[in-house]
């Protein structure tokens, strides 16, 4: 389907790829940029992401059949808010946090007192680099894009949604948001973790000429440690029960190859280093196959992945918003 207006609130590197590949693609007919700063209104213009961008929300999203929130996650409810007066019955709302649970919880019932639908969703798709100058049009094919409805997810709005994300390229996957937000904090938090520990426990300033015997493997291990630190702060104190069951989990694992290394144990050190390998080469092969590794097959890039969560099933897709 074709979109006639939808509105980016927050027009940095995720909400400037998707207003770019909107507008490359003709997937919306018009595309709006909601910003916070007046001087944004022309970077965002000028780099292709929206064809008109504002301040104000009621101006952004009047004639918007599709919100998108792409603000940090703890401005969303706080933006929502201002937009609220001015939405239109039917219009549906949906995100790009990377923590789903506490923005689902507060954002469901907010937009559907006011005759919107809220759609939960996670690109699983980034960079450590940000602003709408690094954005890019082709960012989301081939990623996955988790969708959490609730049980009071709008049958035809989630459909929408889902349709809106493979038509970016992005291959969906459907499942509850605690779920979600235990799985990411494994993926993608904990990660985030280790590779700010691993910059300050390295780059302390305590070794002199440290930095000289930094090579690539620093760099690789420590590439998303150089993204936006007020994002990452959002993300951590929110998912923050998540993430400490993920470090504990790190923790334990880090100190079984401490003792090996301690005692010099060249199996067991060499059991652990193969398994770590075994175990990443064939994520790799997976995701260059554009798989899953809960089902190790092959998908079509802007495909649907469907997970069995032992709960009822997901809203049928061939009805209508009311």
């Known amino acids: 389907m074709q979109w006639k207006t939808i509105t980016i609130v927050g027009v940095g590197l995720l ?32 780099a292709g992401a929206v064809d008109y961008a504002t ?8 004639e918007s059949e599709l919100v998108i929130l792409c603000t940090p996650i703890g ?35 907010l937009i559907s007192r006011a005759n919107g639908y809220f759609v939960g969703a996670h690109p699983m798709a980034g960079s450590e680099k940000t602003g709408v100058a690094n954005a890019r049009a082709e960012l989301f094919r081939g990623a996955v894009c988790v969708i ?13 949604v889902k349709s809106f994300w493979q038509a970016l390229g992005a291959t969906t996957l459907e499942m509850p948001p605690y779920i979600h937000d235990r799985l990411a904090a494994y993926g993608s938090h904990l990660p985030h973790v280790t590779a700010v520990s691993l910059v300050r426990t390295v780059l302390n300033g305590k070794r002199n000429q440290q930095e000289y015997l930094c090579a690539s493997g ?31 989990d790190f923790i334990r694992e880090l100190r079984r190859f401490r003792t090996a290394i301690a005692k010099g144990d060249r199996r067991a050190i060499g059991r652990f280093l193969n398994k770590a390998k075994q175990q990443r080469d064939n994520w790799c092969l997976l995701k260059e ?32 918003l009311m």
């Open 75 to 109: 401005q969303m409810v706080s933006v929502v808010k201002t937009m609220l007066p001015y939405l239109q019955k039917g219009t549906i709302i949906t995100d790009v946090g990377s923590v789903k649970w506490p923005v689902v919880k507060q954002l469901e019932p």
């Open 15 to 46: 909400g400037g790829s998707i207003g770019l590949c909107c507008r490359y693609t003709g997937i919306a007919a018009r595309v709006v940029g909601l910003v916070r700063r007046p001087q944004s209104i022309k970077e965002c213009v000028e």
């Open 218 to 248: 620093f760099r690789d291990s420590t590439r998303v440690a150089s993204s936006s630190d007020q994002m990452w702060c959002d993300i951590l104190a929110t998912n923050n029960k998540n993430v400490i069951r993920a470090i504990d």
């Open 289 to 320: 196959k554009n798989s899953v590794a809960t089902y190790f097959t092959p998908l079509q890039q802007g495909a649907q992945i469907k997970i069995d969560y032992g709960e009822e099933q997901s809203p049928n897709c061939t009805q209508q």
């Open 148 to 160: 959490t409805p609730t049980t009071k997810t709008n049958p035809a709005a989630l459909c929408n």
């Open 55 to 62: 301040t104000d929300p009621g101006e952004a999203i009047r």
